[in-house]
């Protein structure tokens, strides 16, 4: 019986405890690619409605990247590769927005076969 409370403490630590998303996944063409020279950040903006963003989104619709991570890169490049292909990919908020003010951070991206 202890062992059943174990990983029911465990189970709901993982949906409680785990990383929160903000925004709703939006799958969509990359609408718009935006760099802020010597800010090292970026915006892109899909061409869908993006719901569930978090109050810190004053500029809805819009997601921020950080240039400087190597993560960040790598979204860069494959958000860059999608545009110029016209393929869409499923972008989601991280929920924060820390990277610029009234963004919200870019939490995942991912190519999407339509």
Request: hydrophobic share 40%; charged share 15%.
């Amino acid at each position: 019986m202890k062992n059943v409370a174990v990983i029911v403490a465990i189970v709901g630590c993982l949906s409680i405890c785990g990383y929160s998303y903000a925004s709703n996944p939006v799958v969509s063409n990359v609408e718009k690619i935006y760099i802020q020279i010597g800010e090292n950040w970026a915006y892109v903006r899909p061409a869908a409605a993006v719901t569930g963003q978090p109050t810190c989104a004053t500029n809805p619709k819009l997601f921020a990247i950080n240039l400087t991570t190597e993560s960040g890169k790598a979204a860069f490049s494959l958000i860059l590769a999608a545009r110029k292909s016209a393929t869409p990919v499923q972008f989601r908020g991280s929920g924060a927005c820390t990277i610029k003010s009234g963004y919200e951070d870019l939490g995942w991206v991912s190519e999407e076969d339509m």
